[in-house]
T-cell receptor, first 116, second 114 residues
Framework: AQSVSQHNHHVILSEAASLELGCNYSYGGTVNLFWYVQYPGQHLQLLLKYFSGDPLVKGIKGFEAEFIKSKFSFNLRKPSVQWSDTAEYFCAVNVKRSSNTGKLIFGQGTTLQVKP | DAGVIQSPRHEVTEMGQEVTLRCKPISGHDYLFWYRQTMMRGLELLIYFNNNVPIDDSGMPEDRFSAKMPNASFSTLKIQPSEPRDSAVYFC????????????FGSGTRLTVV
């Protein structure tokens, strides 16, 4: 079965520190990749997505992610975090099949706490 | 567009009672998903529909849970009878084939069963 693994469950950073959150998936075929953010008490919002083309994708609020096919990874990065980035981050994968079900598989999430 | 609309936002009920959660997807979206979020298990996919037809309900915990989508603009998730372990935030999300499956989530229903 396909799965998504996020390496860090809880990350604590100071403001202006750089961020990298790991995400690996287990599927050998073609995938769409997503990062979602959930601010405290709110619903999930799309941060960025990769479908094809340039493996380095840029999202909102200065976030970016790099798809490395050989490593089955889609790590999220931000050069300088802000206190307002405190949230939970979810990596998700949609497996492209002939039936193209549209089903997204989510990782377990990483809680980011940014200290002012 | 108003986005995915869920109701109620909060629900507190007693064990054994029936609970119905509601969702209105974005107009034109042909997929609808129900997720449950808890601290212990994270985000769990319960069931999803395509063109109002249930496609995969393997995530539904047990027979106490049921979901329907009578038309393209409305879905319900029902728990009968409810139990304290059902306490969670339930999210509805929708997407369309043309959007390459970027989901739009509703604000969720926080369910507390006492």
């Amino acid at each position: 079965a396909q799965s998504v693994s996020q390496h860090n469950h809880h990350v604590i950073l100071s403001e202006a520190a750089s961020l990298e959150l790991g995400c690996n998936y287990s599927y050998g075929g073609t995938v769409n990749l997503f990062w979602y953010v959930q601010y405290p008490g709110q619903h999930l919002q799309l941060l960025l997505k990769y479908f094809s083309g340039d493996p380095l994708v840029k999202g909102i609020k200065g976030f970016e992610a790099e798809f490395i096919k050989s490593k089955f990874s889609f790590n999220l990065r931000k050069p300088s975090v802000q206190w307002s980035d405190t949230a939970e981050y979810f990596c998700a994968v949609n497996v492209k099949r002939s039936s193209n079900t549209g089903k997204l598989i989510f990782g377990q999430g990483t809680t980011l706490q940014v200290k002012p | 567009d108003a986005g995915v609309i869920q109701s109620p936002r909060h629900e507190v009920t007693e064990m054994g009672q029936e609970v119905t959660l509601r969702c209105k997807p974005i107009s034109g979206h042909d997929y609808l998903f129900w997720y449950r979020q808890t601290m212990m298990r994270g985000l769990e996919l319960l069931i999803y529909f395509n063109n109002n037809v249930p496609i995969d309900d393997s995530g539904m915990p047990e027979d106490r849970f049921s979901a329907k989508m009578p038309n393209a603009s409305f879905s319900t998730l029902k728990i009968q009878p409810s139990e304290p372990r059902d306490s969670a935030v339930y999210f509805c999300a929708s997407t369309s084939t043309g959007s390459s499956y970027g989901y739009t989530f509703g604000s969720g229903t926080r369910l507390t069963v006492v």
